[in-house]
């Protein structure tokens, strides 16, 4: 099939349309995290349960985002946009009804869904449509899509709940998601052939079981007593791994189409890099959790000002965006990656340091140090972890990376309100203390995480310039 690649305003529109859902996506999840406190009194549930508005919605993403490319080969992309649209509005609608908690946890799951499809299309429509001496302003158009969305979610969403309540927020949304799906409907192209070919049906069934009972044995852990439940289910989620890797291994020496191509893992660079941007997801989504409820359930501030904590340091990283990968250009991948997870490490030094005092503004200070370090690193170290494979599996590393950052952010959003509410739990009748304790507890796990991250990325630049040295003496 023959596609002319043009700017013209089909082009814009259908990247508009995508944008939307995608950027609504992003919206609603950071938005929602301000609301934890809210809802927990509406519905009547713990903080462990509460979780899963945002945890359940990363969880249908890790599921969906692996199968983007085989939807993008089977079927049109106009079908997949409404497909993704009608599940958005379908999830928006629910989420705004919901009678009951589990009825707005449905309508996140349908949104999660609806994103899952939408992100991937987004880019797919760029990198196929797009003129290429235009390619990378609109590369950096969608990153950048991606990295306003957190920095306006929290306080849009503080606002809301402030004034008009939680429900708001799925209305506001409402419009523009009707205005993405007409867009979409008349402006979509096809521009690649649609092909058949075999869905690895068992492979994505494992994958789903072994993520759902991973983010269970987390929530498990947040009961605050000692049961085997937990100890079952990571036991499922290590059982389905194992019959992952076998299945897709079997696939692959046959000459099947496996799910994810897992032979990516046999670079060693590859895995460490993957493991520092699995673990930066991690303690995002954490601090995305931890942050809000604390202000406002120990500090006392309302829902607005809880979410404009954030909002100067999301501000802060969707400036390194579109600027984070020309420093990489110019200093090379280790420079910048090491000095973003420094600041990583030394914002959660200050948390843990300044916590028991800690005011609104030391909180936003401390979590600039933190975005800054994102932002310099998260992207910088997605590209360096692709530029370690060879040419024919970066599709395959691509898809790897992503699913590992939604699965790591629904991970750490659970593990962080397990530790919250087993201290909770265990002191019933000072809310506000057990909470604090809980924080402080968090924060101190993701420092040690933070530093692992760090290690797992030093190691990784080593092992490259091992294998960059050896290739040289080889040539010669």
Same mark, same amino acid.
């Given at each position: ?19 939307i859902l995608s950027f609504t996506g992003v919206v609603i999840e950071t938005a929602m ?25 990363? !969880?249908?993403? =890790? %599921?969906?985002?692996? $199968?983007? #490319? @085989?939807?993008?080969?089977? /079927?049109?992309?106009?079908?997949? +946009? ?65 990295? !306003?969305?957190? =920095? %306006?979610?929290?306080? $849009?969403? #503080? @606002?809301?709940?402030?004034? /008009?309540?939680?429900?708001?927020? +799925? ?45 269970m044995g987390c929530t498990e852990l947040g009961h605050g007593r000692i049961s085997l ?10 059982? =389905? ?167 790591s952010g629904a991970v750490g959003t659970a593990a962080a309100a397990a530790i919250v ?56």
């Open positions: 099939m023959q596609f002319e690649r043009r700017l013209d305003m089909r082009l814009i529109f259908s990247i508009v349309a995508a944008g995290n301000v609301t934890f406190p809210s809802l927990m009194k509406e519905f009547s549930v713990s903080t462990s349960l509460v979780q899963w508005i945002t945890t359940g919605y990363l !969880l249908v993403l =890790a %599921v969906v985002i692996p $199968i983007s #490319g @085989y939807l993008k080969e089977r /079927f049109l992309m106009k079908r997949l +946009f409404l497909v993704s649209g009608a599940l958005f509005i379908l999830g928006t609608l629910l989420g705004a009804w919901s009678p009951a908690f589990m009825v707005l946890l449905l309508g996140r799951l349908l949104q999660g869904a609806g994103t899952g499809i939408a992100l991937p299309l987004m880019f797919n429509i760029i990198m196929e449509q797009a003129p290429l001496n235009r390619l990378g302003v609109m590369v950096g158009a969608g990153m950048l899509v991606c990295a !306003l969305a957190p =920095a %306006v979610g929290p306080s $849009i969403g #503080g @606002y809301i709940v402030s004034l /008009f309540g939680w429900r708001m927020i +799925f209305w506001a949304v409402l419009p523009l998601l009707v205005i993405s799906f007409i867009l979409g409907g008349l402006s979509v192209r096809q521009s690649s052939e649609i092909s058949v070919r075999p869905f690895d049906s068992p492979g994505l069934l494992y994958l789903a079981a072994g993520f759902t009972c991973l983010l439940m937990p100890v079952l289910l990571f036991i499922g989620f290590l059982l =389905a791994l194992f019959l992952f890797r076998s299945r897709e291994k079997r696939l692959i020496d046959r000459g099947g189409s496996p799910l994810l191509n897992i032979r990516a893992f046999r670079n060693r660079a590859f895995v460490l890099g993957a493991l520092g941007l699995s673990l930066l997801q991690f303690i995002c989504l954490a601090l995305g959790f931890l942050i809000p409820s604390f202000s406002q359930i120990v500090t006392g501030e309302n829902a607005f000002k809880a979410g404009c904590i954030l909002l100067p340091g999301c501000i802060v990283g969707a400036l390194f965006a579109p600027i984070s990968g020309r420093i990489y250009d110019r200093f090379g991948a280790k420079k910048p990656i090491l000095l973003g997870s420094s600041f990583i490490i030394l914002s959660l030094v200050l948390f843990n340091s300044t916590l028991s005092g800690a005011s609104t503004w030391i909180l936003t200070v401390c979590y600039l140090f933190f975005a800054a370090g994102q932002g310099l690193s998260v992207g910088n170290i997605l590209t360096y972890s692709l530029s370690v494979l060879e040419k024919g599996m970066k599709p395959d590393g691509n898809a790897i990376c992503n699913t590992v950052q939604q699965l509410s087993a201290s909770q739990l265990s002191m019933p009748f000072d809310f506000s203390g057990a909470t604090a304790r809980g924080t402080a507890d968090a924060f101190l796990v993701l420092l040690v995480l933070a530093v692992l991250q760090f290690v797992s990325l030093f190691f990784s630049f080593r092992k490259e310039e091992r294998n960059e040295r050896r290739q040289t003496i080889e040539d010669r």
